[in-house]
């Protein structure tokens, strides 16, 4: 029986152009939705970007851009982006769609019993556009981790989310995996930060912000981008002018680390709030360094994604990000890496594979598997379930190293030199049954390469590519 999957991935900011960090979010909430698309299953794949505040506002004021335009233009990039990466999202939403900024402020008020009006004087960063507690400050030595900023001292009047009304409820959630948090070390974290968790600033002054959705009943005040840009899950599905239990809870939502705390923290007190359950599970992944270090102008060192796409092609940037970056740990790119694992991998581990086996078909005339049937892997299964991509990916490219050997050892070219043609046969077919369904495994991280192994071996006539599916470089 068919059950309806949600699967979410975060809303970058649109005051930049997309990067290599993005490639994570979009791949891996790809796979899983092709992955439960494959089980016959009925998936909603929510995209979008998240256009207000002062960040963007300043950058369309500095390109002397008016700044819907600005918006505009960017998000249509990140689009663009999302669309060459073979990325198939059934919804896109954009922070500054009408529905979207009506039906925020519509959960404004259905949270209006948790909200409360006050001035606050704290240490704030301008990146992460948040207020830190002055431990956090103490801890990073006034800078904050992530930009490389100081934090700067600001005295405003804001409405806040009562983070403390939902603490309790909120622990006992996570330690109970009603919300999974993965990898579990990130759990811990979670529990941790949120002991300390102060009430959250959801609105910004007027003359600080100009650029963003009014708060309802004040005109004086503009609301701050955590109601704004994380209601986003629920607003694309219509919440809260229709019911959305058909897809909510979310099945999957994918963040990267550096924002897991605002969607393990505040994302499920506003759904706490309004009576809504919690997503199942929010994977965090890591970030994409560079020889070990971290990606920056300053050190030259940025990699930039369509570099990346179009040195090797979509196929091989799914390879190195889905396998050879954890699931959930950061990953280190280097073009030496990338360029070993696109040879010694892709090319030889796979596209000689399918070369090799196409030819021994074609010399003996093997036909295809037409009425192939797949096997059920409950190891891959219980991998993807554990939402360990990567993981399940090794799993799968096993399979085809697996059957790289079994054509050395069982030399069907032997076979027919001895006149064992009948035995000779059945080997190739027994291969071509063995590519065939370690090709089912890999469909979801190699969508399109799936798609020609399958007309390969699946025709009446087995005929090998003119040219290697992985020509070696």
């Not at 809260?240 to 969607?263: N, T, Y």
């Not at 009576?275 to 360094?289: A, M, N």
């Not at 030399?411 to 049954?433: I, T």
Request: with cysteine; charged share 30%; hydrophobic share 35%.
């Amino acid at each position: 029986m068919s059950k309806n999957i949600y699967v979410t991935t975060a809303i970058p900011y649109v005051n930049g152009a997309p990067h290599i960090g993005h490639v994570f979010d979009y791949l891996l909430a790809d796979t899983y939705a092709r992955y439960q698309n494959k089980k016959g299953n009925k998936v909603r794949f929510q995209a979008g970007t998240d256009e207000h505040g002062n960040k963007i506002f300043k950058k369309a004021a500095e390109s002397n851009t008016p700044v819907k335009e600005y918006v505009d233009k960017n998000s249509e990039k990140f689009q663009e982006f999302i669309k060459k990466l073979g990325v198939e999202y059934t919804d896109f939403i954009r922070t500054t769609d009408e529905d979207h900024e009506r039906r925020v402020q519509e959960i404004w008020k259905k949270l209006e019993d948790h909200i409360y009006k006050d001035s606050y004087e704290g240490w704030y960063c301008e990146g992460c556009e948040r207020f830190v507690t002055d431990n956090e400050h103490k801890e990073n030595d006034g800078v904050c981790p992530d930009h490389q900023k100081p934090y700067i001292k600001l005295e405003e009047e804001n409405y806040y989310l009562r983070i403390s009304d939902f603490k309790d409820e909120l622990k006992a959630a996570i330690l109970s995996d009603t919300i999974k948090i993965l990898p579990d070390f990130r759990k811990k974290e979670m529990l941790k930060l949120l002991e300390d968790s102060p009430d959250v600033s959801i609105s910004r002054p007027k003359k600080q912000l100009t650029w963003g959705i009014p708060v309802p009943g004040d005109d004086s005040q503009v609301m701050y981008v955590w109601l704004d840009a994380l209601s986003n899950y629920i607003t694309v599905l219509g919440y809260p002018d229709k019911d959305i239990s058909d897809f909510w809870p979310a099945d999957l939502q994918v963040v990267g680390k550096d924002i897991l705390r605002f969607h393990s923290i505040i994302w499920p007190a506003i759904l706490l709030g309004l009576g809504l359950p919690l997503p199942k599970v929010l994977i965090s992944h890591g970030f994409v360094l560079t020889g070990g270090a971290k990606m920056s102008k300053s050190l030259g060192n940025v990699v930039e994604p369509l570099e990346v796409l179009d040195k090797y092609g979509l196929p091989a940037l799914r390879y190195y990000f889905l396998r050879h970056a954890d699931t959930f740990l950061d990953a280190d790119f280097t073009w030496e890496k990338y360029d070993t694992a696109y040879n010694n991998e892709l090319a030889n581990d796979l596209g000689n594979l399918v070369q090799r086996l196409a030819t021994l078909c074609k010399k003996n005339e093997i036909g295809g598997l037409t009425e192939f049937e797949a096997k059920e892997y409950k190891e891959y299964d219980a991998i993807m379930s554990d939402f360990y991509f990567s993981k399940a990916f090794d799993y799968a490219w096993e399979k085809v190293q697996k059957i790289n050997k079994r054509i050395d050892d069982e030399k069907p070219w032997a076979l027919v030199k001895e006149g064992k043609n009948e035995e000779a046969a059945e080997v190739l077919k027994s291969l071509v049954d063995d590519l065939l369904n370690a090709n089912e495994l890999l469909e979801p991280f190699l969508p399109d390469t799936s798609v020609q192994i399958r007309k390969i071996f699946t025709s009446d006539s087995i005929v090998p590519p003119a040219v290697p599916l992985f020509p070696k470089k």
